[in-house]
Nanobody
């Protein structure tokens, strides 16, 4: 079993900052790509940012220049630094990992966290 646990969400004023963290634990051989997605009320889940095991990031156009994704491979952890937050960033943020498990070395699994609420409001 593999678990992803997010933390760091909350309420922040427009223009403020938050830092999300996501720790992966369990029977992990290696994690290829880690990422963050978000889902606002009444909308579909959308990509926010991803990062490869080598540290190459990719961002949705809506967050470029404001959000920074990073990871610590030794700790199986991915971070999302969110600056200059806007009300439209309000959503549940989900961590995602594409990984190989120790008990199934020839398959790739996609695992999701439970989500953390981010609310940007004055």
């Amino acid at each position: 079993q593999v678990q992803l646990v997010e933390s760091g969400g909350g309420l922040v004023q427009p223009g403020g900052s938050l830092r999300l963290s996501c720790v992966a634990s369990g029977s992990i051989f290696t994690i290829n790509v880690m990422g963050w997605y978000r889902q606002a009320p009444g909308k579909t889940r959308e990509l926010v940012a991803t990062i490869t095991s080598g540290g190459s990031p990719d961002y949705a156009d809506s967050v470029k220049g404001r959000f920074t994704i990073s990871r610590d491979n030794a700790k199986n952890t991915v971070y999302l630094q969110m600056d200059s937050l806007k009300p439209e960033d309000t959503a549940v943020y989900y961590c995602n990992a594409e990984l190989v498990r120790l008990d199934s070395l020839f398959r790739t699994f996609v695992t999701w966290g439970q989500g953390t609420q981010v609310t940007v409001s004055s």
